[in-house]
């Protein structure tokens, strides 16, 4: 029995290593995780004392294990001086360094977005003289050093992916409440198509995990990408957190199937630069950068972050920004003020998180929390966001990372309508039109505070704040959406007031009659939507859930995920039981065979 209890319990600690271990495993990682493995020969035996010998091996192996993952080698970026022309770094490269080693800017580019940028900046010249190392010896770094033509080394950091992962039970949960619900705490996307849903002309590059290629709510949005990681063109996501960050942004309207992302008119350009399990070099997003400029994009969406500072990683932002490209970054999910990069580059846009209270979402559903700090800008809804699934359908993800895609999405509206407008332009409208004082009384302070940035993003705010549309009556809501531009008590989110010859609240299906006033005074009615109108915009889906459905699904959350865990232990229990009897079985047959 004893033997049994100690053959399951190895089991078990041989699938716990298998599922946590990183791809790219560090000593100081292996041994944390070895550190309580009683079956690892690195690990401290609790079940029963191991023979001497076992005992003597494991401590060499351990012994090993440490020497070896000390003298491990690196994987570096190497700034060149100037005067080293491109055969000196070539050389220098090969010299120090496996094979494989090549400058972070591979190619010159053909055009620049603006005046200042028709010749190479500063950024592509300091980007062109860095290389990436792939594979360097602690000697040879030291070597490295010594060279008078090197001017810095830094390691090639790893950054995760920002956001997590929350499969529903309930299939009828299709609501996106970050676009439009009844307590406003949202980016009013109804008002904000009245003016915008963007443009096949405006490109997004998603520098992620990838898009899912078939799912029908983004097929038709992809161009041709590229897959960083691995140097193919396949940008098949085999995470599931790009193909979501896709989906809020540009996922299909009006096909009857799934979500609507805010800006469903705009272009995808999938650039893989994280693994499948959500982790990748800043070298990949250096790369990846460098792709979406090539590939004429307009805004770069990286919800993604490291907390390692990166030379290197800094030009690349503002390479971009150089040749017109927006760099929209996610803050992290940790809670605290420490930062994160790209984010924490003065030239990205920062985006936190909010909830569907309208407060610094902290924690998130599953933990944790938005990040904060002076670098950020603005937040966006990002707690609970249905999105699209690799494997078709929706899924619910929280995070920073869902926060970040909404800016991006805004910012597409606003290219559409104005394409010549500028990284600099574009971060004071969404500065200046951003819902202040929205969150906890402590956090959202009026004016700039490094919880909530400059507020809560406002979609229709931006786009109205490119003064592109008249507005006759001055009350604030443009001929587009406005019903009637020459009153200015009429308007969307008017009151309406029956029997007084006038449509007060903009609603085609109760042009003057009584409506069920909405208590957030968003004005997005639940009867309106039922009969397929809202307020002059066009609505596409079914309104959001009412207050007590979501408090139920809340509370729905944690037994869901508490069942799930139930029969984990219940497969993993049955699992051992079948090897055992396997075992039992050819044990008998053997002994059968013998006699």
């Not at 004893?2 to 791809?23: D, F, G, N, V």
């Not at 401290?44 to 060499?60: H, K, M, N, T, V």
């Not at 360097?136 to 950091?157: F, G």
């Not at 009844?182 to 198509?193: C, E, G, K, Q, T």
Request: charged content about 20%.
């Amino acid at each position: 029995m004893q033997r049994r209890w100690q053959r399951r319990a190895s089991l078990l600690s041989y699938h716990t290593y298998k599922w946590s271990a990183p791809l790219n495993p560090t000593f100081s990682t292996r041994t944390l995780l070895f550190k309580n493995n009683p079956f690892h020969p690195c690990g401290r035996a609790r079940l029963s004392r191991p023979p001497l010998l076992l005992g003597a091996l494991g401590l060499l192996l351990c012994l090993l294990g440490a020497t070896s993952a000390s003298a491990q080698d690196a994987r570096l970026l190497v700034r060149f001086r100037a005067d080293c022309d491109p055969g000196c770094r070539t050389r220098l490269s090969a010299e120090h360094s496996a094979p494989g080693g090549r400058p972070l800017l591979r190619h010159p580019l053909p055009h620049a977005a603006s005046a200042s940028a028709a010749a190479p900046s500063a950024a592509a010249a300091r980007l062109a003289r860095t290389y990436l190392l792939p594979q360097v010896s602690p000697a040879q770094r030291q070597r490295l050093l010594a060279q008078p033509e090197v001017e810095w080394i830094e390691e090639d950091h790893i950054g995760h992916g920002a956001g997590l992962l929350w499969v529903p039970n309930d299939p009828d949960f299709p609501r996106q409440w970050s676009l439009e619900q009844p307590s406003d705490a949202d980016v009013d996307a109804l008002l904000a198509w009245g003016l915008s849903r963007g443009d096949p002309g405006v490109r997004i590059a998603i520098l992620d995990t990838g898009i899912t290629p078939r799912h029908p709510d983004l097929t038709l949005q992809l161009l041709p990408g590229r897959n960083v990681v691995d140097g193919s063109s396949d940008t098949t996501d085999g995470h599931g957190h790009g193909t979501h960050v896709a989906s809020l942004i540009a996922a299909i309207a009006d096909n009857q199937r799934g979500i609507v992302g805010l800006c469903p008119a705009c272009t995808l350009i999938p650039i893989k630069v994280l693994t499948n399990d959500n982790w990748g070099y800043y070298s990949w997003w250096i790369e990846g950068l460098e792709e979406a400029v090539r590939r004429d994009a307009s805004i770069a969406n990286l919800s993604l972050g490291g907390t390692a500072y990166s030379r290197a990683l800094h030009d690349a932002v503002r390479f971009a920004q150089d040749h017109g490209v927006i760099v929209v970054a996610a803050m992290m999910n940790e809670g605290n003020n420490v930062p994160y990069y790209p984010a924490a580059f003065s030239e990205s846009i920062a985006v936190g998180a909010t909830n569907a209270d309208d407060q610094r979402a902290s924690p998130f559903h599953w933990g944790g929390g938005s990040s904060f700090g002076p670098h950020i800008d603005l937040v966006a809804p990002g707690n609970l966001l249905l999105g699209s699934a690799i494997g078709g359908g929706t899924r619910l993800f929280s995070g920073t990372s869902q926060a970040a895609p909404l800016v991006s999405a805004t910012l597409g509206l606003m290219r559409a309508l104005q394409p010549d407008l500028t990284p600099a332009q574009a971060r004071a409208i969404l500065h200046a039109t951003a819902e202040d004082q929205v969150g906890r009384p402590q956090e959202d302070r009026e004016g700039f505070d490094p919880y909530h940035g400059h507020g809560r993003l406002n979609a229709f705010y931006a786009l109205r704040a490119l003064d592109l549309f008249p507005d006759d009556d001055l009350d604030g809501y443009p001929a587009p959406v406005d019903c009637d531009d020459t009153n200015p008590l009429v308007h969307p989110k008017a009151t309406e007031i029956p029997g007084n010859g006038l449509d007060d609240d903009c609603d085609p299906r109760t042009p003057d009659g009584p409506s069920v006033l909405d208590p957030g005074g968003d004005d997005l009615l639940p009867m309106e939507s039922q009969h397929g109108g809202s307020d002059c915009a066009c609505a596409f889906g079914p309104p959001p859930p009412s207050p007590p459905l979501r408090a139920l699904f809340t509370l729905l959350i944690p037994v869901s995920l508490l069942s799930f865990s139930r029969w984990r232990r219940i497969l993993a229990r049955a699992k051992g039981d079948g090897r055992e009897r396997r075992r039992r079985h050819k044990e008998a047959h053997h002994d059968a065979s013998s006699r």
